[in-house]
């Protein structure tokens, strides 16, 4: 099955793969085996394999993030916590010893097990396809460093610097949209990015909704295939084996409408997630470019102020110089970023609609030639 | 049992009746059960095998309905059970439809009055073709009268559908409200497979209050069926008892049959409650699988719009269509699984009620029939004691009723056997019957998902060259 990253063009390069081949979901943590091949001088070895948690990732993005030099990259959406509730639960009784997985939570874990590797994944290959990403020095550290990252993560300033950034980040529509857009092309960015970012959030809420439904239909064809067969067990023989068969026929109903529930959320819900995420990441783009342009007209004002006053001028000139150059090589490698967003975007979209729609269609014809099977059997009983 | 669709014939050709339902109901909604739990006692002494002793006595002044309903009993029970065995092997060759339509408003009931067509070869039948009106009502007065006359004689009468909308998932979509459509059609169906069922009982077919009411243009009042109580207490007091052989009730090896069988019952019940929940809750979940399609559609429609990339908006106003087509298909599908499935399962969760309820019956005739024995002990020794009392017309009292309790002993002894007999033809008819629904049925639902998943082909073959079209 083929993962979002596929279509954004990552993994491309040769000189830096990275992949995660394996996942280890113990009492409360994940752990992510990371797998680097590179041929790139600045790594000590050709290979690496290490194990990282969600929080390492995490860390990662937020030095990304706080990384002045990049305030004109769409930095990569940080992945989501993996979403355990339930089976975590069900992993401190199995460590107590208390009970056991049944067949069903086994399968659910493991979905959700399938779709954070491949958020996590994508996250790396973004970084690994960039050209200044990849170049990072604590991206390296994550691929490379053989040890535990905690001690590392544990630098309170970067982390509070994280939090702050988040809480600072929902004040960004209101600076976006009150800047005095000059340029054509971020005037109908802003639009476009404001309307879609509300709409993509929307549909994305839905689409979960509309999966969670499709996974409790699934279910109810298990719990009736287990009360036909309580009902088949007090029956005569023909029609107890009637009864067996129409459970069995259930049974294997729910295993394909589960697949195509889980098929529809990797293919959908979750590509609607991520690039509600990845919206997120170009609108922070437009705020930090909206903040450089406020920064330049203040220092604009400043400057004039100066030379009314006729004191500091050329500490207010260099200012008003460097401001300028900022918002201009925001603006340049703005627009790059974000020209380069709309075709990964469209690119992913027509590559995941293609792959769900051909497996909605495999799904149905699987159950239209299991329930025609099965029919025929019980007309000839 | 007949689907809603198969069973409608339409009604147009047919015309109903001129006269609309007539009178008031006499309460019946309220609490059928009680106005006939006097009737049972004395219709027990009315049972048709005893109708030679009864012709000797007064026949009361009643309404018309009440010889109506003896003397077609006669012809009926004339017959031995085994004729009604074969009567159920040509069952197969059961050339009726009946058809329940045209739900009327009356009052704060949104479903009340109903249009009852009935298409049959039947020679029982005056016509062959029948449209009259009934009130909800009717068909509940209608199966209290049943119940009342063939309960206790073991015979498994099917259950009214039930007044209310319980286990009835209501869902608002867009601004009709639904609830209200469903519960018609909830009802509407409900009654048709209940005159089904019962008209596919070979006894209840005949019985002459099921005719009247497929048939008649008008139902009489039910206000007959309290004189009917009035004049079974005479019957019943005024019966003298005639001398027949002493006869011991035996415990029948065929017990362990009702002792196997009872516990089958009570298994069953428990199981399918289970799988009626399990149904329930498909339906349900499939329903919210609908509203839920329908909202990402319309999302899905919006995101479309928004999209700046052509090719990439056109593509999802499309995925946003075939959405809205694929909630039609869940919302028919739960249909299905609701009417086809659900309903009848519900329908033999009560029906294994009255299952429950005759075997019940066979323990109180037994329970009759012992107490009628101690009583006849009773007055033997009365009898014994005056022997030697020398009171010529105690004593003669005293033999007289012996006789009598004789009688009624004798009486316990054969209703039992009766109703023993009974029950296990039931029996046997239920459980033929309970096999056969449930693998017509079965198949039925099964094509209906083979229909609804080679939809969602088609609908999804349509999109894929949209998706692949995104450039």
């Known amino acids: 099955m083929t993962s979002i990253s596929e279509d954004i063009d990552l993994n491309n390069d040769a000189s830096l793969v990275i992949d995660i081949p394996d996942a280890l979901c113990e009492r409360d943590k994940v752990k992510f085996t990371v797998h680097t091949k590179t041929t790139l001088s600045s790594f000590q070895k050709p290979e690496y394999s290490v194990q990282r948690q969600h929080e390492d990732f995490i860390w990662l993005h937020d030095t990304i993030v706080e990384t002045e030099e990049y305030a004109g990259l769409i930095i990569p959406p940080a992945p989501p916590k993996p979403d355990f509730e339930g089976p975590r639960e069900k992993m401190h009784k199995l460590g107590e010893g208390e009970s056991s997985m049944t067949k069903e939570e086994y399968a659910k874990m493991k979905q959700e097990l399938e779709k954070t590797v491949q958020v996590h994944e994508v996250f790396l290959q973004r970084l690994s396809s960039h050209p200044m990403f990849r170049k990072d020095r604590n991206f390296q550290i994550f691929l490379e460093y053989d040890q535990d990252l905690t ?3 544990k630098n309170a300033k970067e982390m ?9 980040k929902s004040a960004d529509e209101v600076l976006i949209s009150g800047v005095k857009e000059v340029d054509e092309f971020f005037e109908q960015e802003k639009n476009f990015l404001l309307d879609y970012s509300s709409k993509i959030k929307d549909a994305t809420a839905k689409a979960e909704k509309m999966t969670r439904s499709h996974k409790n239909v699934a279910d109810d064809y298990n719990h009736i295939s ?55 990441a170009a609108k922070d783009l437009l705020y930090r470019r909206a903040r450089a342009l406020a920064d330049y007209e203040n220092s604009n004002k400043a400057l004039d102020k100066a030379r009314l006053k006729g004191k500091d001028v050329a500490q207010a000139e260099e200012n008003q110089k460097q401001c300028l150059q900022k918002f201009d090589k925001l603006s340049e490698s703005g627009k790059k970023e974000l020209t380069s967003f709309k075709a990964r975007r469209v690119v992913a979209f027509r590559k995941n609609l293609i792959e769900m729609t051909e497996l909605e269609i495999k799904h149905a014809k699987n159950s239209v030639s299991l329930l025609q099977g099965s029919i025929e059997i019980l007309k000839s009983n | 049992m007949e689907s809603p669709e198969a069973a409608r014939l339409s009604a147009e050709d047919i015309s109903p009746s001129s006269n609309g339902p007539k009178a008031e109901p006499m309460l019946l909604d309220d609490d059928p059960d009680d106005l006939f739990a006097e009737a049972t006692e004395e219709v027990s002494l009315d049972s048709p095998e005893r109708q ?26 004339d017959r031995s059970p085994d004729q009604d065995e074969d009567e159920e092997e040509n069952r197969d060759t059961f050339d009726i439809q009946i058809s329940v339509s045209d739900p009327e408003k009356v009052g704060k009931d949104v479903c009340d009055s109903l249009s009852l067509c009935l298409q049959t070869s039947l020679s029982i039948f005056s016509r062959d073709e029948v449209c009259v009106k009934r ?31 319980v286990g009835m998932t209501k869902v608002k979509v867009g601004k009709e409200d639904l609830s209200s459509v469903e519960f018609v059609e909830k009802r509407r169906s409900a009654l048709e497979r209940y005159l089904l069922r019962t008209v596919k009982h070979p006894a209840l077919l005949k019985d002459p209050d099921v005719l009247q009411f497929l048939e008649s243009s008008e139902l009489p009042r039910a206000v007959s069926t309290q004189a009917l109580s009035g004049a079974g207490i005479l019957r019943m007091v005024n019966k003298a008892a005639d001398a027949v052989n002493k006869m011991t009730i035996k415990m029948n090896e065929s ?73 039609q298909l869940h919302q028919d599908q739960a249909c ?25 019956q066979r323990m109180k005739t037994w329970a009759k029939c012992q107490d009628a024995q101690v009583m006849l002990q009773r007055k033997r020794e009365a009898e014994a004691k005056l022997q030697h009392a020398n009171k010529p017309d105690k004593l003669q009292q005293a033999k ?50 083979v229909h609804t998943q080679q939809q969602m082909i088609k609908y999804w073959e349509a999109f894929l060259p949209e998706a692949k079209a995104i450039a």
């Not at chain 2, 009864?54 to 009926?76: E, N, W, Y």
């Not at chain 2, 299905?336 to 009255?354: N, P, W």
């Open chain 2, 255 to 327: 017990d362990a049959w009702f002792e196997e069988k009872q516990q089958q019952f009570e298994n069953l019940d428990v199981q399918l409650r289970k799988l009626h929940a399990s149904v329930e809750s498909l339906v349900c979940h499939r329903k919210e699988l609908s509203v839920n399609t329908a909202s990402f559609a319309k999302s899905a429609a919006m995101l479309g719009n928004s999209e700046d990339h052509t090719a990439l908006s056109r593509a999802l106003s499309q995925l946003a269509e075939v959405e809205e087509k694929i909630d």
């Open chain 2, 135 to 165: 009130r909800f009502s009717d068909f509940l007065g209608l199966h209290s009268k049943l119940a009342s006359k063939y309960m206790h004689m073991g015979y498994i009468v099917p259950p009214a559908p039930e007044k209310s909308i």
């Open chain 2, 400 to 449: 007289d009723e012996i006789r009598e309790w004789e009688g009624k002993v004798q009486q316990g002894e054969r209703d039992f056997e009766q109703i023993s007999k009974n029950i296990r033809r039931e029996v046997g008819r239920f459980e033929k019957d309970r096999v056969k629904d449930f693998r017509v049925v079965i198949i039925k639902y099964l094509e209906s998902l």
């Open chain 1, 226 to 280: 287990g009360a036909l067969n309580n009902t088949a067990a007090d029956n005569n023989t023909a029609f107890k084996k009637h009864l067996e068969k129409c459970a069995e026929v259930f049974e294997k109903l729910r295993k394909v409408e589960d697949r195509m529930a889980s098929d529809q959320e990797l293919k959908l819900t979750e590509l609607l997630r991520y690039y509600t995420r990845d919206i997120q």
């Open chain 2, 336 to 360: 299905a699984d609701f009417y086809l499935i659900s309903e009848l399962l519900g329908d033999y969760v009560r029906l294994i009620t009255a299952v429950k309820g005759v075997f019940d």
């Open chain 1, 160 to 168: 509070f610097g994280g939090f702050f950034k988040n809480m600072v």
């Open chain 1, 151 to 153: 001690v590392r993560r």
């Open chain 2, 52 to 77: 030679p002793i009864l012709s000797d006595g007064p026949s009361p002044v009643i309404t018309p309905v009440t010889p109506v309903m003896i003397s077609s009993r006669a012809d009926v029970f």
